[in-house]
Nanobody, 119 residues
Framework: VQLVESGGGLVQAGGSLRLSCAAS????????MGWYRQAPGKQRELVTD???????NYADSVKGRFIIQRDNAKNTVYLQMNNLKPEDTAVYYC??????????????WGQGTQVTVSS
């Protein structure tokens, strides 16, 4: 199973970016998919996640600005980031709780994509 992220980059404060993460491999289903981020010198933190049924959870720091969506048919999760702030600068990681054929469940991580917000 692989998670491949795309969509990071450099943006000015107040701007928007959209991240994508596509899962591939011997996937039977995916439970929760989410986005984490890690800024320099800080621990990795949960930004937002979404269940297979569409229930979402957001960190207080991004509520009202970020939107998570997923396409179950494509095993893909998206993160729309609006009104970006310099403090959103971090490496963003996709995470997926994957059930593979045979019934084993495991968490997988993407390689990370850099998001830099300039003031």
């Amino acid at each position: 199973v692989q998670l491949v992220e795309s969509g990071g980059g450099l943006v000015q404060a107040g701007g928007s970016l959209r991240l994508s993460c596509a899962a591939s491999g011997l996937i039977f289903s995916i439970n929760v998919m989410g986005w984490y981020r890690q800024a320099p010198g800080k621990q990795r933190e949960l930004v937002t996640d979404i269940t297979r049924g569409g229930s979402t959870n957001y960190a207080d720091s991004v509520k009202g600005r970020f939107i998570i969506q997923r396409d179950n048919a494509k095993n893909t999760v998206y993160l729309q980031m609006n009104n970006l702030k310099p403090e959103d600068t971090a490496v963003y990681y996709c995470n997926a709780d994957v059930v593979i054929y045979g019934g084993t469940t495991r968490a997988y991580w993407g390689q990370g994509t850099q998001v830099t917000v300039s003031s």
